[in-house]
């Protein structure tokens, strides 16, 4: 654990961006090279056609950019419309594999008991394997995966003639419910976060692409979703009143 | 909930109670309404620490019209920064089993009755008054501190017998004794921030990804901030830790001794053990003829000498770990530029050698200097919510008083019977009886224990070996079992008299960590039926004998043993469960018990700083603006204001009374059982992730209970083949003491090597502990659960 003196910390600095600086001329100079030598053609048509200008937000209410399923802007329209069975449905799948609202998940499929990192093979980016959706990590920072999500069902096999044992599940906790959308001021107004949003921070893993509808987000054009959506202090366990 | 807080609920108890009679309606009981008043339309939200390990996380507990509806982890919490375990998520589930236990219970024949709490209350006071002498009390390390505090004043002062031990000897007693034998004071040095520091962490036969989630994830989650962390797994089997190690040493059962002295032996023999550090503040042990916990002074040259023989080929030959990993720990060990941590459990606690194995590791520690500074750390960490905050610090032993204190020290003993406003020599000076005599002795006809109050533990499923130890008792009409608990157990089952409790957010507690982390939280929900505390259940146990003339049970001045007055000094009538709560019985009892903490430096603050923390780390001392500041690394000037001016490192208990540790040298010695021609395997047991101890919470969480069902026996893939023994196939497990049979697991879990075989505890249909050993440590008289010799027979032809 040796810390660098000052002076050395500086040098490093200068150092370090110059490099950084050179790599910036070398990286500008390429790019306006044109296209490599031996590129496809088409990529070279592709390159030479137009883009599409920008528009305004304005403009997009006017005129809908034209929908591209399953992603569709509904900026024009307000809130998507609620298909409530559809909610009831996802909310139900949700709820059958938590708890309570908030809990960890339980993993809905067999896996190695000793593993470590392997579920990142399908989870870190987000992958469906044989219509069965894995999302994406909404907390890759943590990578103890199988420190909170356990197996749904026993993975072991044997033990069948065993006498039941402690009584499971009768278990009378009745968890906390999911909201099914967060309040919103008035009819249109952007939803506030009606969850915590601690190891939640990637707000695509759910709404995004791989989401379950009507979780997904209607305008995934939009990137800041909490310049919008405001999460709750009290949730998120930033409120003063907290005891 | 401050005092303001609680007089407006009481408020609101009597409105809503005045309303309700006036509807016609039964009154409510006192707090409960309040209670669920508070709940109102949404979800309250309050802090508790998680009711299960020894970690301390902290969790905030969702409350809706009564009940626990969420649970998330604690942001503000410095343990677990907001991050729990699949137990912890799953917490508060544990409070609703179908089958809590709601109403006493008395044994008529072969069932089990319900009686009245004035009844049983009354039976236990017949079983003291009868034989006082014979009665004990067998706790835990889940007991709250002001329940442990409770307890330990109603048998040392009280029943004046001394004979109250606990669950926690079974678990870190060793520990214990190496803390003492090593720095003459218990409890570690460092806390887990050291765990945010380490360069190298070392795990000593210990696997926190499973035992301690939350901490291992500490260390593993810097790698994914780009931080570099060797994880060296020193272990008898591969777990889910292995699978995050950059190295696995896997060294034969018992050999760790050989291990430490090995790592020893090449600090000395390269020249790079701390020379500074150690003729500063080190002094050199070993064991003395008869052996004591504090053995004699040698010297370096007869600590270097009775080194000489552990090269690493020797500690090869001994341990199986090649010579070349032993080196590798050599040099970590020497470099000094790496801050190296320690991480043990019950690898090295429950062990005949666990004193030694304890004190070996302290002690390479000492001599490289890897010590002192913040990621540089010898750390135990213990099982049990409160093993250090009521076993270790309140002293539940048979040989402890509150505040480090032992019953064998005449001074001792007098600050205690002053604090307690007892007569001088109300307090005996012979220790009682440890848990394993404890138990074998209710279990020997006509000897001296004859009842036996079980508190927040079960027994019957977690001492080892018992047919000798339980069943026994249970055929002897003499002997009287009392169990307090909140669902039917293992124990339960064979108890005479059996009290349902109340726990965790059903009624006001403390616990204290690993990390000498003092917590705090206020009862939330009602405890189900007519469960009630296990504080009042001895409070009013003492009260019904103190009625009767018992005189163990006043103080001094005729006044109650547990007097406790309300804001106008009236006493408050606790033994009435009516009136438990009209005052905070914890906040009284702390207070008091808090008066014991100076002596050894474990200072805690008072009650209402711990109502406003998510824990506070002892010693917790005034500052000069009234503030209470928490002390992270003991021992060490930059940050414990006990180290005397000038020094960098001082142990200010040191055995030898000259601020210096000692580094024990103690030899590797063979187990009292292993493998031969007719029990050839190493059998090993311990705990899963899933569940707590012997699974009388956690199998009754359905999230838990379907991902880990039921009890396994590991088998390495090799053997399974050699025996034709299947994935999944039942077989028999057995020892000289007794035969269990188990599915098979293989590549499960764990993968043990060769020869071992692994079994958890947890499952009460399949208790290893019908069969595992009680041979124990001869210090610290806990138990090795962690090897024994055993054989498996297949079942089918």
């Known amino acids: ?243 | 909930m401050d005092r303001r807080d609680f007089l407006k609920w009481s408020a609101m108890a009597a409105a809503t109670g005045a309303a309700a009679r006036a509807a016609g309606a039964p009154p409510p009981e006192g707090l409960d309404a309040a209670l669920a008043a508070r709940a109102g339309d949404g979800v309250t939200w309050d802090k508790a620490p998680c009711r299960f390990c020894g970690t301390g996380c902290h969790v905030q507990v969702g409350v809706k019209d009564g009940k626990v509806v969420a649970i998330a982890g604690d942001r503000k919490a410095e343990v677990n920064k907001g991050l729990l375990c699949v137990k912890g998520y799953h917490v508060g589930l544990a409070l609703y089993g179908p089958d809590r236990l709601t109403t006493p219970l008395l044994r008529r024949g072969d069932r089990q009755v319900p009686i009245s709490w004035e009844e049983a209350i009354g039976i236990i006071a017949d079983r003291v008054e009868r034989d006082p002498k014979g009665f004990a009390m067998y706790g835990s390390g889940q007991w709250t501190i002001p329940e442990g505090y409770a307890a330990q004043k109603f048998v040392k002062a009280g029943l004046r017998n001394n004979q109250i031990d606990p669950n926690a000897r079974l678990c870190m007693a060793s520990a214990v004794t190496g803390f003492l034998a090593v720095y003459g004071v218990d409890e570690p040095a460092g806390c887990y921030d050291d765990l945010d520091h380490c360069d190298v962490l070392i795990l000593w036969g210990n696997n926190p990804a499973e035992m301690h989630p939350v901490l291992f994830s500490r260390v593993v989650d810097r790698r994914s901030r780009g931080e570099q962390i060797r994880i060296i797994d020193i272990g008898t089997r591969r777990t889910r830790s292995t699978a995050h190690a950059q190295h696995f040493l896997q060294f034969r059962p018992h050999s760790d001794l050989a291990i430490a002295n090995g790592i020893a032996h090449l600090l000395l023999k390269n020249g790079t053990w701390d020379r500074d550090f150690v003729e500063k503040n080190c002094a050199f042990r070993a064991d003395s003829d008869p052996p004591t916990l504090d053995g004699k002074a040698i010297t370096f040259d007869e600590y270097a000498r009775s080194l000489e023989a552990y090269t690493p080929e020797h500690v090869e030959r001994l341990s199986g770990v090649p010579a070349a990993d032993i080196r590798l720990l050599g040099d970590l060990f020497g470099d000094r530029r790496l801050r190296i941590t320690s991480l043990w459990c019950m690898g090295m606690n429950q062990h005949t050698r666990g004193t030694a194995i304890n004190s070996l590791v302290h002690g390479i520690h000492l001599l490289s200097g890897h010590f002192g500074r913040p990621g540089d750390a010898p750390t135990s960490l213990t099982g049990q919510p409160s093993a250090c905050g009521t076993v270790r610090e309140v002293g539940t032993l048979a040989h402890g008083l509150p505040g480090g204190g032992v019953v064998t020290n005449e001074a001792h003993r007098r600050q205690a019977e002053e604090i307690w406003n007892v007569e001088a020599g109300r307090i005996h000076g012979k220790p009682g009886h440890h848990t394993v005599e404890m138990w074998k002795r209710f279990s020997t006809p006509g000897s001296d224990i004859n009842t036996i109050w079980v508190q927040v533990t079960n027994p019957a499923q977690s001492l080892p070996n018992r047919p000798a130890l339980v069943d026994p008792s249970r055929r002897d009409p003499d002997k009287f079992l009392i169990v307090s608990d909140v669902y039917p157990t293992e124990t339960t089952r064979i108890a005479d008299l059996v009290l349902p409790s109340a726990m965790w957010v059903e009624k006001n507690g403390m616990f204290g960590n690993s990390e000498r982390r003092t917590q705090q939280w206020f009862r939330m929900v009602p405890p189900p039926g007519r469960a009630r505390d296990d504080c009042w259940q001895t409070i009013a146990v003492a009260h019904e004998l103190f009625r009767r003339g018992f005189p163990g049970m006043r103080d001094k001045d005729g006044r109650f043993l547990f007097h406790v007055t309300d804001d106008r000094g009236r006493e408050v009538p606790i033994w009435d469960w009516k009136h438990y709560y009209d005052v905070n019985v914890d906040r009284a009892l702390f207070e008091e018990y808090r008066k014991f903490t100076r002596a050894k430096h474990k200072d805690l603050a008072p009650y209402d700083e711990y109502a406003k923390a998510r824990g506070l780390r002892w010693p917790v001392v005034q500052q000069p603006d009234g503030t209470w500041r928490e002390t992270k690394f003991r021992f060490a000037a930059f940050d414990d204001p006990y180290v005397s001016k000038g020094r960098d490192i001082e142990f200010y208990h040191s055995t030898t009374k000259d601020g210096r540790a000692q580094i024990w040298f103690r030899p590797y010695e063979d187990p009292p059982e292993k493998p031969d021609d007719e029990f050839p395997f190493w059998l090993c047991t311990g705990r899963v992730i899933e569940h707590w101890h012997t699974g009388t919470m956690t199998m009754r969480v359905p999230q838990l209970r379907r991902a880990m069902p039921q009890a396994y026996l590991e088998m390495n893939r090799e053997d399974a083949r050699r025996l034709g023994v299947s994935d999944g196939e039942t077989v028999r497990v057995e020892t000289r003491r007794g035969a269990v049979d188990l599915p098979v697991w293989i590549d499960g879990r764990g993968q043990p090597p060769p020869g071992s075989l692994f079994v958890p505890f947890f499952d009460e249909r399949l208790v290893i502990n019908q069969v595992t050993l009680e041979a124990h440590d001869p210090f610290s008289k806990q138990p090795d659960y962690k090897k024994c010799a055993a054989r498996v027979r297949r079942l089918k032809a």
Request: charged share 15%; net charge positive; with cysteine.
């Open chain 1, 1 to 243: 654990m040796a810390t660098s003196k000052p002076s050395a910390r500086a040098a490093l600095v200068v150092a370090l961006s110059v490099v950084v600086g050179v790599a910036l001329i070398g990286f500008t100079v390429g790019t306006r090279a044109g296209p490599p030598p031996g590129a496809p053609r088409a990529a070279a048509a592709a390159a030479a056609a137009p883009a599409s200008a920008a528009r305004s937000y304005a403009e997009m209410r006017a005129a809908p950019p034209p929908a591209v399923e399953p992603w569709s802007g509904r900026l024009n329209q307000g809130p998507p419309p609620a298909d409530d069975t559809t909610l009831a449905a996802t909310l139900a799948a949700r709820a059958s594999r938590r708890a309570y609202d908030g809990a960890p998940p339980t993993i809905p499929h067999p896996v190695r008991q000793s593993a470590a990192a392997e579920c990142l093979a399908c989870h870190r980016d987000g992958a469906t394997i044989r219509g069965h959706v894995a999302r994406p990590l909404s907390h890759p920072e943590y990578s103890s995966c199988v420190q909170c999500h356990v197996e749904g069902d026993g993975p072991m096999p044997g033990g069948e003639g065993l006498p039941p044992g402690p009584p499971a599940d009768a278990n009378t906790f009745a968890g906390l419910p999911a909201p099914p959308s967060g309040p919103r001021a008035w009819s249109i107004a952007p939803p506030q976060i009606p969850h915590r949003t601690h190891m939640r921070e990637q707000c695509l893993s759910c709404h995004g692409p791989y989401g379950a509808s009507p979780m997904r987000s209607s305008h995934p054009e939009r990137q800041n979703c909490q310049q919008c959506h405001a999460p709750s202090a009290a949730l998120d366990q930033r409120a003063e009143v907290l005891p």
